[in-house]
């Protein structure tokens, strides 16, 4: 047996720990260490954090919470404790069970006289040991914070992997007690690495093997059978979870190979009014990986309500009334005119909105009648049309939540993406199905085509729509339409300012984008369109316009060609046009002329997706000669916010940005001004010539972040808004310029700048096709540095020649600029292939200028 004792100073000193909060208690015959804040504070604390670390770590691992919860302003007493046989409090020799460690801990709180309002925070094994405390403490409990951690798992089911290695019986007591090993994998888990010192603090208490015992007892204690001695206690608090109605907040690091998504899956299904934030790229160690005491913080300060003031700005007019999505396809069932043509070469097909409302229909009940819900999600990986169209009207019939992800995010984006969801059903062609199986993306598949012999058997993919529709002409139970506040649709951003985010729409806001597109561009009955950008190749039926998708591939816009678009128009006389700038640059650059009788009947077409330069439009207007063109600005959270015209561009004249124009009706637009260091922390403002982030509001905005609970709390922090992450301003005459975003402003000795505007002027340079003007050094002292694409690249030096530098130099003036680089393509984001990667560049840059090899 060895008494408690305190950490070494070197050990403090690595996690910053103050020595006063570092110390040892007896509370029978056991003392513990614990590190605890209360004593330094101050002033009387909100509350008590007690945090109970697993295995094998101790309390250094809650370091940044004890010092971040004692700030002046609503402190928080935090105690974060060594468990007996752990870190550095007393070595018992004994085997502690489950129960015996709630029950440790709970005389552990009685002596320290704990007193509410209690929250507690657990991670790994500890997570369930302060679940117990907080079941058996109800009088205390104000809230608990689970960071990856598990409560439930089938007795039935194998342990992961590493736990099964850990816990089997000639590898136990070697890997756990007798060497490092289990610690050592743990440490590896961070991502990133840990440094050096701190991960020498986290062994310095387990140096020897009897200093170690205590990791194998935890791990003999997992209880992954039936009979285990701790699977009753197991039970208890898993079972008690149901009756849990305080706040709870579950923080997570998805790159973990032992709490997977399953676990978190579990919790949200014990804990369903649990918010949760997922940190992408963080793992099983996620209290190092990711700012968690930050979090923690945040949350507990919403709880006691918003610290943003509003502004007292006009109250916005109610929207129009709610009508179903799918209405349109119920009014039609009987119509035999064309809902939509898909064009695929010799496999083109005509749908009429008959046949489209029938198999919908049959879709949605066959979807009822192999089990799914309202409510469960359902990922959809089928490309653009008949299928996909009438599969998505289906789910929202069913009140079954969409989950949409762009191809062109890649197989690990779709993968982060789609896990990050959690559907309970994928629908996909082949190859999107063997991923969905391999990579786990959701227990049951369900295939969107046809399938080579052996392949529904191999993947385990349990019907095909044709499967489900014949199931769904068979049934004749109701199908009630879903409540309009519920959930409807889960959309991904595009990741081109770092991991796709899911963005939830109810199926009341998604009705509402339908209404602003339709008000703003009078798209309907008599308006055919075709769409080369899928979320409006979706609208159509929404709309009641006929649809045809050109022979394209969607997840590359630059394969749309100029004749592929006119074959779209003819099919359906279309009088709309929708294209992304990298479309509409494709089907610039190879019309021949031959074109523009077939495509004079178009009277509008659109934009939209990254900034349109006029020159495009000028040069899509002269292939579209009948067509009044127009460039809507949105984003995934928010289809349409503001529209401008050709003609309007040209009237607006050059300026600091690009001008997006005004916000069209039912759309409110502000702006929150930037500070000294490039932080948007003014309030809504529409005064004129303002830079700041831009804010939206409107009834058609996303309902929230899925699964991005501090994502969701800096978007709609002022009541009302939305925060785009867009900067820009708003000009006399009420019209928006996009100037860049939020993440790419540069804050420079000489002050705040916005990249957009001195990006326009690079690429008016002679030579020059497109330009990326970022910051390089430590925000505050950033060195603008302009990175171009020349029209000829010479795979010379990467600084350009002193003529080219010189005139983006003269472009540029009033700007210090430090270099002027030279690369063959600029890189662009995975959806458009338009909007630059400012980050990637950056990166490039201050290596190149460090003297590094680097490739872009």
């Known amino acids: 047996m060895t008494a408690a004792s305190h950490p070494p100073p070197d050990v403090l000193a690595a996690g910053g720990i103050d020595p006063r909060w570092s110390q040892t208690v007896e509370v029978g015959p056991h003392t513990w260490h614990v590190l605890d804040n209360g004593a330094t504070l101050g002033t009387e604390p909100v509350g008590t954090l007690l945090c109970v670390h697993g295995n094998p770590t101790w309390s250094f691992l809650w370091r940044r919470l004890v010092a971040a919860g004692a700030r002046p302003d609503r402190p928080w007493r935090v105690v974060a404790v060594d468990q007996l046989e752990m870190g550095y409090s007393e070595r018992t020799g004994e085997q502690h069970r489950l129960a015996d460690r709630v029950a440790q801990l709970g005389a552990l709180t009685d002596h320290l006289g704990l007193a509410g309002p209690v929250v507690t925070v657990g991670h790994d094994w500890g997570g369930v040991v302060s679940l117990g405390w907080a079941l058996d403490h109800p009088e205390l409990l104000a809230g608990v914070v689970l960071t990856n951690t598990a409560v439930h798992h089938d007795a039935d089911d194998p342990l992961p992997a590493p736990l099964r290695l850990a816990t089997a019986p000639g590898v136990l007591p070697v890997g756990t007690v007798s060497t490092p090993a289990f610690l050592e994998a743990t440490l590896a888990l961070a991502h990133p690495r840990l440094d050096h010192a701190v991960a020498d603090a986290f062994r310095a208490p387990y140096r020897t093997a009897d200093r170690r015992s205590g990791i194998g007892g935890f791990v003999a204690d997992i209880p992954g059978t039936a009979d285990h001695p701790s699977r009753p206690e197991l039970d208890r608090i898993a079972d008690g979870l149901g009756g849990l109605d305080v706040p709870a907040l579950l923080l997570w690091g998805p790159r973990d190979p032992v709490f997977s998504a399953r676990y978190l899956r579990d919790l949200r299904d014990r804990l369903p009014h649990a918010d949760v934030h997922r940190f992408e790229g963080a793992g099983h160690l996620v209290v190092e990986d990711a700012d968690v005491a930050g979090a923690v913080l945040s949350w507990l300060d919403a709880r006691e309500g918003p610290s943003q003031p509003s502004a007292s700005l006009p109250a916005r007019p109610a929207g129009e009334p709610y009508r179903a999505l799918g209405a349109t396809l119920v009014e039609r069932a009987d119509d035999e005119g064309t809902a939509l043509i898909e064009l695929r070469g010799p496999h083109s097909r005509r749908v009429s909105w008959s046949a489209l409302a029938a198999r919908t229909e049959q879709l949605a009940r066959g979807l009822a009648a192999s089990g799914v819900r309202p409510g469960d999600r359902v990922g959809l990986l089928v490309p653009p049309g008949a299928d996909l169209t009438a599969l998505l009207y289906a789910c929202l019939r069913l009140g079954a939540v969409v989950v949409v992800a762009d191809a062109g995010l890649g197989v690990q984006g779709l993968t982060r993406a789609v896990r990050a969801a959690e559907p309970a059903v994928v629908v996909g062609i082949e190859r999107a199905l063997v991923a969905a199986r391999w990579l786990h993306w959701a227990p049951t598949l369900v295939s969107a085509g046809p399938l080579r012999a052996g392949v529904a058997r191999a993947l385990g993919v349990e019907a095909s729509l044709d499967d489900l529709a014949a199931l769904g002409r068979a049934s004749s139970d109701d199908l009630p339409w879903p409540d309009p506040d519920a959930d409807a649709a889960v959309l991904f951003t595009s990741g081109s300012t770092g991991p796709a985010k899911g963005v939830v729409y109810t ?248 990249p ?28 603008v540095v302009v990175v171009v694409q020349p029209e000829v690249f010479s795979h010379g030096p990467l600084v350009a020649d002193p003529a080219l530098a010189g005139a983006v130099r003269a472009a540029l003036d009033g700007t210090e600029v430090a270099a002027v680089l030279v690369v063959e393509q600029l890189p662009t984001d995975v959806r458009h292939s338009s909007k630059v990667d400012r980050t990637r560049v950056a990166a490039w840059a201050e290596r190149v200028l460090a003297g590094q090899r680097a490739r872009l």
């Open 507 to 754: 199926h009341r806001r998604l009705a509402a984008m339908r209404d602003v597109v339709a008000r703003t561009y009078g798209i309907g009955p008599d308006s055919p369109l075709v769409a080369a950008f899928a979320p409006f190749v979706l609208l159509g039926p929404a709309l009641g316009a006929a649809s045809a998708s050109p022979d394209m591939d969607v997840t590359s816009p630059g394969t749309l060609t100029a004749q592929a678009l006119a074959d779209a128009v003819q099919a359906v006389d279309a009088a709309v046009v929708f294209a992304s700038p990298a479309a509409l640059r494709s089907v610039v650059r190879i019309s021949d002329g031959s074109q523009r009788s077939a495509l004079a009947g178009v009277r509008l077409f659109l934009s939209a997706g990254a900034p349109v330069g006029l020159a495009l439009l000028e040069a899509a207007a002269d292939v579209m000669p009948a067509a009044e063109a127009h460039t809507p600005y949105g984003m995934t959270e928010a289809l349409v916010v503001t529209d401008v015209s050709l003609e309007e561009r040209r009237a607006a004249g050059p300026g600091d940005g690009v001008c997006v124009g005004r916000p069209v009706p039912g759309v409110d637009v502000a702006v929150s001004a930037l500070d000294g260091e490039g932080r948007a922390t003014g309030v809504p403002d529409r005064s004129p010539g303002v830079t700041g982030e831009v804010l939206v509001g409107a009834a058609h905005v996303k309902e929230r972040y899925d699964g991005l609970w501090l994502t969701q709390q800096a978007s709609a922090r002022d009541e009302g808004w939305h925060r785009t992450g867009d900067v820009g301003h708003l000009d006399g005459e009420g019209r928006l310029w996009i100037e860049g975003r939020l993440a790419h402003v540069l804050v420079t000795p000489d002050g705040v700048r916005t």
């Open 756 to 783: 957009v505007g001195l990006e326009q002027r690079a690429q008016d340079v002679d030579g020059v096709v497109s330009a990326a003007v970022v910051g390089v050094g430590p925000r505050g002292t950033q060195q």
